[in-house]
């Protein structure tokens, strides 16, 4: 089959009502089959007032607001109205991103259709319970996730570490990597903005430790937050600089006084926000492959990370920045208090971050999925 005369129908949990590195990688998918000729049409649950306009044709599916996450709507499965409009569609095969009720009916749905199906791995959502003070689930996603993966006929992965980690909770279906790109005309070195930092009150002869992403506690903000006070308490001179918003950025505030907030930021603001940093501290655990991570190495900012699968095949130790095992305080304090302390050693490894990121492509990147359609759906015909 040629890629004009594929016919895809892609399920998201948020294709384009709040902004996250999983949609932004959707939707320049969605754009790559489109302009591969692809036919493509898209199912998520939809609000009146969405993050950005959606890439491709967009019909939205029955929906609630998450318990305790009212910002994200969970899909309540495949109803009747979705179920025909889907078999009208008469996809060569159903691509689903995330493992919800939504996603197992309509893997259920493909099932019973002789439908190929293809799993994408974007979130550590068998992480999140942990942070809501509901760590006994985690078995329970884990189990569930581990179900879902081996029913669908191929998965995709941003990365070698999740691709183990599926292995591990037994997952045997057919794996391919399709890791992410970044816009190296907006993350890059030149849009560093001394100016900028000054508005925000950070001096030139600061270290602008930073945060970007959403505020949500699922980031490792407490992390963050006992780093910040251990950097504190060795009298390291660096400023904090938190890029990004959330429900969480009251309780981040609070932790962190002395951070400076500078808010949500997008399009080449963003690239100039980036790129005015000077170390890059994720200790998150939740990424599967960490989009953030990858443009503060493109804008040459050093990463201080945690060894978790966002950052392992990414980061490489000694060289672009450090991983620590991620929930210890004196080791992320250790990185960061180096980088803080010798410029050379910061420069070297931004140089070398930004130098690796080059090879990170989109439309290479994003071929690689189109691939795994039509392979997936000549390895079912066979």
Not at 33 to 48: D, M
Not at 180 to 193: D, I, K, Q, T, Y
Not at 267 to 289: H, I
């Amino acid at each position: 089959m040629h890629a004009s005369n594929l016919r895809v129908a892609l399920f998201s949990g948020n294709y384009n009502y709040v902004r996250d590195g999983a949609n932004q990688a959707l939707n320049l998918l969605a754009g790559h089959l489109l302009r591969a000729g692809v036919t493509l049409r898209v199912y998520s649950p939809t609000v009146a007032e969405p993050a950005f306009e959606p890439t491709g044709d967009l019909i939205g599916v029955p929906a609630l607001a998450f318990p305790g996450r009212s910002e994200y709507r969970l899909g309540l499965g495949l109803p009747k109205a979705i179920r025909r409009d889907l078999e009208a569609f008469a996809p060569d095969i159903v691509h689903v991103s995330v493992p919800d009720i939504t996603g197992h009916r309509v893997v259920r749905w493909a099932h019973e259709n002789d439908i190929p199906s293809l799993g994408s791995v974007h979130t550590r959502f068998e992480t999140y319970p942990r942070y809501y003070k509901a760590a006994f689930l985690e078995p329970l996603a884990v189990n569930l996730s581990k179900r879902f993966y081996n029913r669908v006929d191929h998965v995709v992965v941003p990365g070698e570490g999740m691709r183990d980690l599926l292995r591990e909770w037994g997952v045997t279906t057919p794996i391919d990597i399709w890791s992410r790109g970044v816009n190296h005309a907006r993350f890059n070195p030149a849009m560093r903005s001394l100016e900028w930092r000054r508005g925000l009150g950070i001096a030139d002869d600061e270290v602008a430790v930073s945060f970007l992403g959403r505020l949500v506690l699922e980031k490792g903000l407490d992390i963050f937050a006992d780093v910040v006070r251990e950097l504190e308490r060795r009298g390291v001179r660096h400023r904090v600089l938190v890029i990004g918003e959330g429900p969480a950025r009251e309780w981040f505030a609070k932790h962190v006084p002395s951070a400076v907030f500078a808010g949500f930021q997008s399009g080449d603001d963003l690239g100039r926000a980036v790129a005015s940093m000077d170390v890059f501290f994720n200790p998150s655990v939740t990424e599967t492959f960490g989009n953030v991570t990858l443009e503060a190495m493109a804008a040459g900012v050093p990463v201080v990370a945690a060894r978790a699968t966002g950052a392992v095949g990414l980061v490489d130790p000694g060289v672009t920045g450090a991983l620590v095992e991620p929930r210890d305080v004196g080791a992320y304090a250790d990185a960061i208090e180096r980088y803080c302390r010798d410029d050379a050693a910061r420069r070297t490894a931004g140089a070398a971050g930004h130098a690796k990121a080059q090879g990170y492509q989109w439309d290479r990147i994003n071929q690689v999925v189109l691939d795994a359609y039509l392979e997936t759906i000549a390895r079912r015909a066979r």
